[in-house]
């Protein structure tokens, strides 16, 4: 069974950098994506990028630029570099396994 657990939340100001971490246990096939994604009150959870297998990765455009994803050869660590954070990045950023299993969240708050 899949288990994902975040880390690196926190409080910054408008401009600056987070990076958020991922340990990821289980077995993921060669077939799942990794990925984050966050969510902000009242909004449905949204993707923010994604990595393959292979290596790929997606970006929302409203990070593109912005963020970088990342992640070990064994895939047990995903990352997520964070810069040029804005106040519209708040939210609670969750990792996922295949869009099917999810971490617990970890708060992410960007102040102008």
């Known amino acids: 069974q899949v288990q994902l657990a975040e880390s690196g939340g926190g409080s910054v100001q408008a401009g600056g950098s987070l990076k958020l971490s991922c340990r990821v246990s289980?077995?993921?096939?060669?077939?799942?994506?990794l990925g984050w994604y966050r969510q902000t009150p009242g909004q449905e959870r949204e993707m923010v990028s994604r990595?393959?297998?292979?290596?790929?990765?997606y970006y929302a455009d409203s990070v593109k630029g912005r963020f970088t994803i990342s992640q070990d050869n064994t895939r047990g660590n995903l990352a997520l570099q964070m810069d040029s954070l804005a106040t519209e990045d708040t939210g609670v950023y969750y990792c996922?396994?295949?869009?099917?299993?999810w971490g617990q969240g970890t708060q992410v708050s960007v102040s102008s």
């Open positions: 990595i393959s297998s292979g290596g790929t990765t």
């Open positions: 289980g077995y993921i096939g060669w077939w799942c994506e």
């Open positions: 996922s396994a295949c869009g099917r299993v």
